[in-house]
């Protein structure tokens, strides 16, 4: 059996051979579910919304419209927006 405690802001410290066992990171992202009277944390991996490709596209067009003022609505309209630029 493995124990830690729950510290100040509600922290507790994954011992060192469960971290190692799943081969975990810093800054890992966990689910927390709690079944029955457990706590249970799954380890996720979350992906980007864009790939780097749009951020670029995204990033050249914040400085292309700067002070111009235009308005394009969040969705497919912004999509499309970002696929015709060059």
Do not use: H, W
């Not at 927390?32 to 706590?39: A, D, G, P, R």
């Not at 780097?52 to 394009?72: C, G, M, R, S, Y």
């Amino acid at each position: 059996m493995i124990i830690t405690r729950l510290k100040e802001k509600n922290q507790i410290t994954l011992p060192k051979k469960i971290v190692e066992r799943l081969r975990l990171k810093k800054d890992e992202l966990f689910e927390v579910k709690i079944e029955k009277n457990c706590i249970v944390l799954i380890p996720v991996e979350i992906k980007p919304k864009y790939t780097p490709q749009e951020l670029e596209k995204i990033n050249k067009l914040i400085t292309k419209e700067k002070k111009k003022a235009k308005t394009i609505k969040a969705g497919k309209e912004f999509s499309s927006y970002i696929d015709n630029i060059k």
